[in-house]
């Protein structure tokens, strides 16, 4: 049986559905679904928090709506804000411009080069845009603040030990209509150029909508028939690819919870909607990739509206989030007292 076509996002209606996980289309990684933690934030995660609300809020309310289709007042006022906190923790950013026309957007680096292993690259992406009119703090000052919170880890983290694995850390531009999967979309021009290369991605984690948290019941959109085998509460993140990167997608839930009880799933399916952020060009590149996720507007009321702002964020449930992706990167990008974690299951 051919896989249905599985629309808006990932899970839309309850017969596709159905269909999809009877001919195995859509697939759930194993592993365990913990509940929210309950427990005070600890000082290390208050100040993460601390530290994930102000660059939020910096994004979304100080610059506000970031289009880079329409005014380019706020993409470009990203772009300087970006690379002004690199600066101050000390990280040393490339600035790799697009062109639109006659107006210059671009993408953000940080390198942090591995040792002994520095072919192998591990991406971590997210994309700073919005759509116009949206102050974007889910979609997705969240995913760019969770980024920031790990570029200043790196940076720490590398002035007392190397890597061995190198890891580089993308703000990428034009992920957004109409740009969205075209040329000048922020992450397939880098893919594409790694790619021509012929760089060794090991692995690209990209990073879209990360803040939105609620556990009460039935805060999860999706068709009631499948309650039995995906979460009712929207309090946890997907790793999510399509179904050949299943084996990598399982993987690195693995990693993620033996180092988080942070509430989390992995899916895959070929579903076309698993190709709407900066995770897809690595996958149409060959590389090894998995978006991470909240679900978006399948849980997110404020999806691409002028109420996607700060206040709506649920910044102890990133924190506890950004603290388990942190050591995730670590068992990763492997220390000198460490190897880098396998990426095979």
């Known amino acids: 049986m051919p896989c249905p076509r599985l629309t808006a996002p990932l899970l839309a209606s309850a017969p596709l559905l ?38 939020v809020a910096a994004l979304a309310e100080e610059i506000g709506a970031r289009p880079s289709s329409t005014d380019f007042a706020g993409i470009h006022a990203a772009e300087a804000w970006l690379l002004a906190q690199l600066a101050e923790a000390g990280i040393e950013a490339r600035r790799d411009p697009i062109a639109l026309g006659q107006v210059e957007v671009a993408n953000i680096e940080a390198l942090f080069p591995g040792t002994d292993r520095p072919e192998e690259i591990l991406v971590l992406g997210a994309h700073y845009d919005t759509v116009p009119g949206s102050p974007g ?9 969770l980024l920031l919170a790990t570029a200043r880890d790196l940076a720490r983290r590398t002035q007392l030990a190397p890597l061995r694995r190198s890891v580089r850390v993308v703000f990428f531009v034009n992920e957004e209509e109409p740009f969205s999967g075209g040329y000048q979309m922020g992450s397939r021009v880098y893919a594409e150029r790694s790619s021509e290369l012929g760089e060794n991605i090991v692995l690209m984690i990209g990073v879209d909508s990360v803040g939105y948290f609620s556990n009460e019941r039935g805060s999860q959109d999706y068709p009631a028939l ?68 909240d679900t978006s507007e399948a849980r997110d009321p404020h999806y691409h509206g002028p109420d996607d702002r700060a206040e ?23 220390s000198p007292e460490a190897a880098p974690a396998t990426l095979s299951p």
């Open 18 to 55: 159905a269909a999809a996980l009877a001919c195995g289309c859509l697939y759930r990684s194993p592993g365990t679904l913990h509940p929210s933690s309950t427990q005070p934030l600890t000082p290390a995660q208050v100040l993460l928090a601390d530290a994930l609300r102000a660059d």
């Open 137 to 145: 703090a889910n979609d997705n000052a969240s995913g760019v603040a």
């Open 226 to 293: 499948v309650s039995w085998s995906l979460p009712g509460r929207g309090n946890f993140v997907v790793f999510v690819s399509n179904r050949d990167n299943a084996p990598v997608v399982d993987r690195v839930l693995e990693l993620f919870q033996e180092h988080s009880r942070f509430p989390s799933i992995g899916l895959a399916t070929n579903a076309k909607d698993v190709y709407r952020s900066d995770h897809a060009p690595f996958l149409w590149r060959g590389f090894p990739a998995v978006a991470l996720s």
């Open 312 to 334: 709506n964020l649920a910044y102890d449930e990133l924190a506890r989030l950004a603290e388990g992706f942190l050591a995730t990167l670590d068992a990763l990008a492997g």
